[in-house]
C-alpha cells in the first residue's frame, strides 16, 4: 500500500493551473500529473467482549486479526467479566465512551445486566451516529425489560435452539456485503438463534433452517438505529466457525458497510484496503511458503519468559528492557512456545539502548542460569554491536562478521533482516544485503528448538525491539529480501 492514493478531480480553475504548469514541465523534461493527497487513516474499532458460555480469548484474536487481514482496521479491545452474565463494562461508564471510535463491535454476554438506565448510556452513543456490528450472544444482552437493545441490533431473540451445523443461504446476494458470500454455505458447527422478531428497520440477509421452529431464522442482517448503520449476525457461537474464511469475510464486509467504507461491488473504498502493518508482512514469499505470524502484535501469546520484568508489548512492539537495578545476570530470553528447524525469519530488531548487542536464538534449548529458567544454549545471530553468530555455553564465537553486516547495519535504528536457517546452514540479510553465509562444521548441534529474543546480561539500563517476525517451515532455499 503506497502512503498516498492518486485523485483525478480537479476544479476547473486548478486545471488551468494544472495545464499551463504541465506545459512548462514538458519544457523541462518532467510532468506532475497527479494531484496527491494522504491516504486515509485506518479505521479506529473498539472491541467489547467478555461474559459467559464463549472463548472469548480465542475469538477476539480470530475477530481482529481476520477483519485487519481484509480491511484497513486498528483495534482497542476491551474483555471484562470473565465467564459471568452480569457485568458492567467499564469504559460504558464514561458518558462519551465511544469517542474517537469509528465503530463499536459488540461480542459481550451479558444477558442478566437488566439496569435501564445503564442500557440507556450505551445505545445513547448509537443512536447519535457511532456505527456498530453485533455478533452471536450480543443479542442476548441487557434484557432490561424494554426493546431498546432489541431495536440497536435489529431483531429480538430470547434464546436459541440445539448446537448443529446448519446450511446459511444467501438471502440477498445483491447486498454488497453479501456479494462475496456463497449461495449456501454449510457452517462447520453452531448454534442457531431462534428470532422472534425482525425490527423494521431491518433486513434479513442470511437464514439458517431451524427444524425445531420449522422456520427460516434470520442469522445475517442490516439495520438502522438512529443515525448509526448497524451490521448483525447470530453465527459465531464456536471459534472454530468464526476462523473460517467465509465468516472472517462477511464480518469484515459488514464492518465497513456500516462505516460506509464498503463500495457497490462488496470490496473496500479506496484507502480501506487491508494495510501490511510493518515491512516484514510486506515481503513476498517463494510460493508454497506459508506464512506464520509470531507476534500478533498486542500481546505475548504462545511466547515465554521473563514477562513479570523484562518482556512487554508497547506499540505493536516486543519490548526487552531492564534499568540498572534488575539488569539481568544471565542473557535472559524471549522464546516461542513451538521448536523450530528449518524456516525462514523475517523481521525488524532496534537497539534503543545501550551499546551490548541483541540477538535472535535458535537450534538450541531453554537453560536455567543465574537462577533465570528462562536463559538459551544454542546458536545465537547477534545484532547490532559484535554483528556475528555465537555458540551459547558451548563453543562462543563461531563466525565473526567479515565487516559487511557492520557496513549494512544501523546501531540504534529498525534493522531489517532475515534469517535462512536451513540444514546445517545459516544466512543472514541486513537491511537488503546479504552480510553472512556459513554452514556449521558440527551439523549435530543443530537441532530443533524455540526461537529466543535475546536481552543480554549487563549492569546498565538497556531496551531492545522487535517486530515483525514473519516465519515460514521448511524454506525455498533463496533469500528474498537481499537486493541486486
Given at each position: 500500500?503506497n ?13 488551468r ?10 519544457s ?12 486515509p487513516?485506518p ?10 458460555c464463549?472463548d ?24 471484562e ?6 457485568h458492567r ?12 471510535f469509528?465503530?463499536?463491535?459488540h ?9 435501564p438506565?445503564?442500557?440507556?448510556g450505551?445505545v ?8 456498530a ?111 473460517q ?16 467504507k ?33 507476534f500478533?502484535?498486542?500481546?505475548l501469546?504462545?511466547?515465554e519468559?521473563q514477562t ?15 534499568d540498572?537495578?534488575n539488569a ?7 522464546t ?17 539502548t545501550?551499546?551490548?548487542?541483541s ?6 534449548q ?13 546458536h545465537?545471530v ?12 558451548r563453543?562462543?564465537?563461531i ?5 559487511r ?15 535462512l ?14 552480510v553472512?553465509?556459513?554452514r ?8 530443533p528448538?524455540?526461537i ?12 531492545v ?8 517451515e ?10 541486486g
Open positions: 500500500m502512503a498516498t492514493r492518486c485523485r483525478g478531480r480537479l476544479s476547473s480553475c486548478a486545471s493551473a494544472f495545464l499551463l504548469g504541465a506545459a512548462l514541465a514538458l523541462c523534461g518532467s510532468l506532475a500529473a497527479e494531484v496527491l493527497e494522504p491516504e487513516r479505521l479506529r474499532a473498539l472491541l467489547i467482549t467478555g461474559g459467559c464463549h472469548y480469548n480465542r475469538q477476539k484474536a480470530i475477530l481482529t486479526e481476520g477483519i485487519s487481514a481484509r480491511a484497513a482496521v486498528e483495534w482497542v479491545v476491551v474483555q467479566g470473565g465467564s459471568s452474565t452480569s463494562v467499564s469504559v460504558y461508564k464514561k458518558p462519551d465512551w465511544a469517542k474517537g469509528d465503530v463499536v463491535v461480542n459481550e454476554c451479558f444477558s442478566d445486566e437488566k439496569d438506565e445503564w442500557l440507556q450505551i445513547r452513543e448509537h443512536a447519535a451516529g457511532v456505527p456490528v453485533v455478533i452471536h450472544c450480543a443479542m442476548h444482552c441487557y434484557r432490561t425489560g424494554t426493546d431498546e437493545w432489541f431495536k440497536l441490533v435489529g431483531v429480538t431473540s430470547h434464546r436459541h435452539g440445539s448446537h448443529f451445523a446448519y446450511e446459511l443461504k444467501n438471502r440477498k446476494p445483491d447486498h454488497p456485503i453479501m456479494k462475496g458470500f456463497p449461495a449456501s454455505w454449510q457452517t462447520p458447527k453452531e448454534e442457531l438463534y431462534n428470532i422472534a422478531k425482525v425490527w423494521p428497520e431491518a433486513t434479513t440477509l442470511g437464514t439458517g433452517y431451524s427444524p425445531e421452529t420449522k422456520a427460516d431464522e434470520t442469522c445475517i442482517w442490516v439495520n438502522a438505529y438512529g443515525k448509526a448503520r448497524v451490521f448483525g449476525t447470530t453465527v459465531g457461537h464456536y471459534w472454530e466457525t468464526m476462523e474464511p467465509v465468516y472472517l469475510d462477511c464480518v469484515a464486509r459488514g464492518l465497513l458497510w456500516a462505516c460506509g464498503l463500495d457497490e461491488s462488496g470490496e473496500p473504498e479506496p484507502g480501506y484496503e487491508p494495510r501490511p502493518r510493518d515491512w516484514s508482512e510486506r515481503q513476498k514469499l517463494p510460493e508454497g511458503e506459508k506464512p506464520v505470524r509470531l500478533n502484535g498486542r500481546d501469546d504462545g511466547w519468559g513479570d520484568r523484562h518482556w512487554s508489548v508497547c506499540g505493536g512492539e516486543i519490548v526487552g528492557r531492564n540498572g537495578e539481568p545476570k544471565a542473557s535472559t530470553y524471549l516461542t512456545r513451538k521448536p523450530y528447524r528449518s524456516f525462514r525469519l523475517i523481521f525488524e530488531g532496534k537497539l534503543a545501550s551499546e551490548m548487542h540477538g535472535v536464538a535458535l537450534w538450541g531453554k537453560v536455567e542460569k543465574e537462577g533465570d529458567p528462562h536463559s538459551y544454549l544454542g545465537l547477534m545484532f547490532p554491536s559484535d554483528w556475528g553468530f555465537w555458540d551459547l555455553y563453543r562462543n564465537g563466525y565473526r562478521d567479515d565487516g553486516a557492520k557496513a549494512a547495519g544501523r546501531q540504534h535504528d529498525w534493522n531489517q533482516m532475515e534469517i536457517a536451513i540444514g546445517d546452514r545459516i544466512r543472514l540479510a541486513v537491511n537488503g544485503k546479504l553472512a553465509d556459513w556449521d562444521p558440527r551439523p549435530e548441534l543443530c537441532q528448538g524455540p529466543g529474543l535475546q536481552l543480554h546480561s549487563n549492569t546498565v539500563p538497556q531496551e525491539r522487535f517486530r515483525g517476525l514473519i516465519l515460514s521448511d524454506p525455498k532455499d533463496a533469500m528474498v529480501t537481499v537486493k
